[in-house]
């Protein structure tokens, strides 16, 4: 009887050799880590963290995220006619309740140079809050120094001014983040509600803009040149200049983790991606209505734009609509009377006499 062989021959190794080294080239764009590396992973961990610290506090809270001004109507946070809804002041009642930390507010993928941790967060007697005559910030319900963006007021003795500062005065802001406007048509959405196609809280974008009307509109990146600026501004926008294209993005394409309010995140190399999606109930035939939804657009929610041609204010100081759905005020309809996805910074422009936000004012660096 012939032996068994001991082993394969050299001219077998190297075939095997070869085949498994064709085999992980074809693996390997499966295999490889999306642009960013580990900065884009640990940012889409610090995104979840971040809602599901706003889920937490939903669970506590009658399934709804946090409302600063109405969970500091006694004034014992900040004084009356302050800018409580800020973006800051919703992100630091989540800290102050011990859900999330300061540190995980800022991307490790952070390009401005405004924005960076908060190292002095007060968890108790913030010493920016209301003096109500038993120590400051006894009974305050969150640390008002902490600021959403650089455009936000400074606080000043228990007091948010209203309005955003001139881009000459932005100081350090202390998040990467943009979160969903809850005013108005969203408000319903500020809340559980599980909706896997619902963008909560995500990288900041840049402006776009919609070419073309209703069934043929598209959006494109707003062309605003390349001198690059790291100021927030609330006027005339930045698009192709705008900090945000070198967070995850080449400077020339946007790219961004995106939380959900089904408590998923998303790595999206697309301002629209195929998980954001809206029915826009106007547009004919009925097979057009299911669209992409770009999430730095407020797309008219019927025809993605008014059926004069035109688009409602993107940006700068706009009234928040009274009640639900599109504002039945005369006049161009601004993107707070739309409900589709839509990601901002903003700051707290009017409040009404009963502390209420009546006006905001959208900001993009």
Known sequence: MRAARAGLTLLELLVVTVVLALVGLMLMPLLAPRRGGARHIKDGTQVRAVHQSMVLFANNSRDVYPVPSEMDAANTTLSDGSAKDDLGNVLSVLIYDGYVVPELMVSPAEQSTLIDVQSSYALSDPPAAVNTGSGAGKHARWDPAFR????????????????????????TAHTSYAMMPFFAARREAWGLNWRLDQAVIGNRGPMYEVVGREDKAKTRLLDTGSQQSTAFVSVGGKGTNSTTLGIHGNRKTWEGNIGFNDNHVEFVTEADPPMSVWTFSGLTPASARERRDNL?????????????????????????????????????????????????????????????????TVVVD
């Open 148 to 171: 959403g963006s650089p455009a936000e007021q400074v606080v000043q003795g228990g007091t948010k001014p209203l309005g955003a500062l001139a881009p000459e005065a932005n100081v």
């Open 296 to 360: 730095f657009v407020a797309e008219d929610d019927a025809t993605v734009t008014k059926r004069d041609g035109t688009m409602h204010a993107q940006i700068g100081t706009m009234q928040v609509p009274e009640g639900w759905g599109p504002a039945a005020a005369e006049g161009e309809v601004n993107a707070l009377g739309m409900s589709n996805n839509w990601l901002r910074t903003w700051t707290v422009s009017a409040v009404s006499e009963r502390g209420k936000t009546t006006a905001i």
